[in-house]
């Protein structure tokens, strides 16, 4: 109990030294708890929606593509209308309704905009039925009730000013087609972002599917005391084989895995980033431990001569440990919740609704935040509380607060040393690794063993780094800056364990930077050297060109060529019989010199003949495939087709790689005209001199059709760029918690460094010098801290880009670009930060009472 007390009592003694160390806690922990109820959050909310929506049995034709996909004809797969009443009549059915679904479309205003999201979510057009109000209920107006009426969903029309009256035009494959809002519609739950249109059945058909008495699927609705599973087997019996049928809870399960990877991949990332912010903290709370250690030197000395033991020394010091993660993680799970409330309305903000409502905070939560931070913490504080027990009662006689760790020892840099080379040596090996698999491997151990051996050789680094830093920033300053290098060189361990707090996060950007670089200079290698067309034609969203757009273009005079770009995927069987699901593109003959691929074997013009077709070099290696060789080629849901291999295209490009071409016409002689793609993308050549009006003369041409874009090949770079940059730059807001923990350590260091050095700062306060010329020591001592650590993190980064991108190099990302400007801004950067780092302490020190710190302890 006495032991409890006593550190209990230094707990709140010290509270304040501590408080930054539980900042960090509570920054880390509030992350993981963030993440956790925002990742909960949305399975809650998809959960409710699927089972809001879900009927007891869904029936949808064989060949259907996932609910999420927009299939490559523009048209959902349909079966006749005829089969809805032998679904009524199975055993056990309740009801049954049939259902117009499609992805297929875009909506757009009197305006015309776009009124579909913005955030990756679909627009789905829907015909109306009863079972609608299960989700929705009308807010205003009524449902649609013939061809010129149309129901949307309340956020869209919130979002653009929609209301009753408002004319809205529908662009499909089949045509376009405008209806007046007859009514408005709220969600019984949330929907996550998607826009809803809903028509009458018989526009629903005619318009989205080419003609009246077809459905996209069949619901059913089970008799009272007729479970889900017979029902389905009922109506499975009813209709026989070529149907897909799923429960309620089976469509529910689908729904969830659809987007269990996007929510896996989101959570996993940023519980990652969560994490890279707890190591960083792990070195704030080891030099809090520390430097408290180090100044109740004499007190320990003292506990030890009345008689405390090393082992109810150490336990003092961890249950100290112990209570700082409690607090810290007790509000960190409580900023977790509200953090997670904040992603939210980021969501919404970028057009995925989530409300908080919805909000969901499992038992498991809080338990995982307060363990993990208290874990992490008293780890933390394993090595200072053991330095603890080893203080002798001797200690008692000796100033506080005198370092004994001045210099890192031997064991310990070599051991430093031993770990860097070893990181480097797998480096190397990853950047000659000939196969990714084991160069990854590689990557990984290297980047693990190099950080590592930075982090323990750092106080070895330390003096030498300093040194030349003092010389390049410090010496300009005069004898201020001597003594802010030589306060940095005091304590070589502490200065190394501060600056490996921000050389983490440090390495981390510069090594993502080169990656990013290097990807978009690689891209526009790639694209100066094979794309030959002069525009480029496609969705953001995946949706094929619909043939009125493609007319539309092919009208425009100043227009060499346009080339159609299909694609299918089909089953191709070699001479020998050994079959292989590829990807197959169709496309016109012009296609050769809108992309220009290189061929190992036959000229690529020759695939785009009759019965031609060419294979990538793997697919011809790895099948004993030469040009005049015939493949079986079957085609979804038409005629198998021998064709002949005229050429074979080199892998090693990035751009359609391991891709097989035809001729559109080809692909088109063996499927049935409803089963032929849409393009999926269009290029065009413009006449010769008539670049500039050719690119107006195609935006002018869509302009009916917002949910295509036109771009030449600056745009389509400038577009790689900006989805590159936009990608790194979550990277870096998502790194920022973690920079944000390792300014914090040097702020607690820096605070604790004064109040070690209170007698110090005294004595020079009463031999002249000034309030100013301290302030500016310790803000000097900060910034070399700061250079010092981003030295470190920045050469170790681009030595792990460097690495990751001689791997990247066998995908065909060849081209090594460090940038410069990012690296140098920084560096830069991180000598402002240990500015802002050193206001506080800086000017607590300025203004400590000079008679007061000459008789402190």
């Not at 069949?218 to 009272?224: E, F, K, L, N, R």
């Not at 707090?501 to 290097?518: N, Q």
């Not at 198998?640 to 090693?652: F, H, M, N, Y």
Request: charged share 20%; with cysteine.
């Amino acid at each position: 109990m006495s032991v409890l007390k006593t550190s209990l009592r230094n707990f709140l003694a010290h509270k304040g030294r501590m408080a930054l160390s539980a900042v960090a806690v509570l920054l880390s922990v509030a992350f993981v708890s963030g993440t956790l109820v925002f990742t909960d959050t949305m399975n809650t909310t998809f959960d409710k929606l699927f089972a809001t929506t879900a009927s007891d049995v869904t029936v949808s034709p064989g060949g259907a593509a996932a609910d999420d996909e927009i299939p490559q004809t523009g048209r959902p797969e349909t079966f006749p209308a005829a089969l809805l009443e032998k679904v009524a009549k199975a055993e056990g059915a309740r009801n049954a309704q049939g259902a117009v679904v499609s992805l297929g479309v875009t909506v757009v205003d009197a305006r015309n905009k776009n009124v579909g999201p913005t955030g990756g979510a679909p627009t789905i057009a829907v015909n109306w039925s009863p079972n609608e109000l299960r989700s929705v209920e009308i807010a205003s107006g009524h449902e649609p009730r013939g061809p010129t009426d149309v129901v949307v969903d309340g956020a869209t029309a919130e979002k653009h000013g929609l209301k009753l009256g408002d004319e809205l035009r529908t662009i499909s494959v089949t045509g376009d087609f405008t209806a007046k809002i007859s009514g408005i519609v709220d969600f019984k739950v949330t929907n996550p972002g998607a826009t809803l249109v809903y028509f009458d059945t018989a526009t629903a058909q005619r318009e989205l599917l080419g003609k009246e008495g077809l459905f996209t699927q069949i619901t059913a609705d089970a008799a009272p005391g007729v479970s889900d599973e017979a029902l389905k087997a009922n109506v499975a019996a009813a209709l026989g084989d070529g149907y897909k049928l799923q429960t309620a809870a089976e469509a529910a399960d689908a729904g969830r895995e659809d987007i269990a990877g996007f929510l896996d991949v989101m959570k996993y990332a940023m519980l990652g980033f969560a994490g890279i912010a707890l190591l960083v903290g792990v070195f704030l709370i080891v030099n809090t431990f520390s430097m408290l250690v180090a100044q109740r030197t004499r007190e320990i000395g003292l506990m030890r001569a009345i008689g405390s033991s090393r082992k109810q020394v150490n336990r003092s010091v961890l249950i100290e440990a112990l209570l700082l993660g409690l607090v810290g993680s007790a509000a960190g799970v409580a900023a977790g919740v509200g953090l997670a409330v904040g992603l939210m309305k980021l969501m919404s903000a970028v057009g995925m609704e989530l409300s908080t409502g919805d909000l969901t905070v499992k038992w498991t939560t809080p338990v995982v935040g307060v363990v993990l931070g208290v874990v992490v913490t008293v780890l933390a504080a394993y090595v200072p509380a053991r330095r603890a027990g080893r203080i002798s009662p001797m200690a008692a006689l000796r100033d506080a607060g005198t370092p004994a760790d001045g210099r890192a020892g031997r064991v310990r840099g070599a051991i430093g040393l031993a770990l860097t080379a070893a990181g480097a040596a797998a480096l190397v090996a990853a950047a000659r690794s000939e196969e990714a698999a084991p160069g990854s491997g590689w990557l990984g151990l290297g980047v693990v063993l190099s950080l590592l051996g930075f982090v323990v050789v750092g106080p070895l680094l330390a003096g030498g780094v300093v040194r030349v830093l003092g010389v390049v920033v410090l010496r300009v300053f005069g004898p201020v800056g001597r003594m802010a290098e030589r306060n940095a060189l005091r304590n070589p361990r502490r200065t190394g364990a501060t600056g490996a707090a921000l050389m983490i996060g440090l390495a981390l950007v510069a090594c993502l930077s080169v990656v990013g670089s290097s990807m978009v200079a690689s891209a526009t290698e790639e694209l100066d050297r094979s794309v030959g067309a002069d525009f480029i034609v496609q969705s953001g969203t995946g949706q094929p060109i619909v043939p009125q757009a493609q007319a539309a273009l092919e009208k425009v005079s100043s227009i060499d060529h346009v080339t159609e770009y299909k694609w299918l995927d089909v089953t191709v069987t070699d001479p020998r019989g050994k079959k292989a699901e590829q990807g197959l593109a169709a496309a016109d003959p012009t296609y050769a010199q809108d992309l220009r691929r290189e061929t190992t074997a036959g000229r690529l013009a020759d695939a785009y003949g009759p019965g031609a077709v060419s294979v990538g070099s793997d697919y011809a290696t790895a099948h004993g495939v030469k040009v005049g060789d015939v493949l079986t080629v079957a085609f979804k849901g038409g005629k198998p087709a021998r064709l002949k291999v005229a050429a074979i295209t080199s892998d090693e490009a990035n751009v359609d790689k391991g891709v097989m071409y035809t001729n559109v016409t080809t692909a088109a002689r063996h499927l049935p005209a409803d089963r032929v793609p849409h393009s999926l993308l269009l290029f065009a050549g413009a006449k010769d001199g008539q670049e500039t009006q050719a690119y107006q003369a195609l935006k002018d041409a869509l302009a009916p059709y917002p949910q295509y874009k036109v771009s030449n090949q600056a745009d389509y770079k400038e577009e790689l760029q900006d989805q590159v940059g936009q990608l790194l730059n979550i990277v870096y807001g998502l790194l920022a918690l973690a920079i944000v923990v390792a300014v914090l350590g040097v702020v607690n260091t820096l605070a604790l460094s004064v109040v070690e050095r209170t007698r110090e700062i005294g004595l020079m306060r009463a031999i002249g010098l000034s309030r100013r010329q301290l302030r500016r020591m310790i803000r000097l001592e900060s910034v070399v801290i700061a250079l010092f650590g981003a030295l470190l993190g920045l050469g170790l980064g681009m030595g792990w880009g460097t690495a990751a991108q001689k791997l990247l190099a066998l995908e065909g990302l060849g081209v090594l670009e460090i940038p410069w400007p990012t690296i140098l801004t920084v560096f830069v950067a991180s000598a402002f930060v240990g500015l802002f780092a050193a206001l506080v302490p800086a000017f607590r020190a300025g203004r400590m009472n000079v008679l007061s710190a000459i008789a402190s302890e």
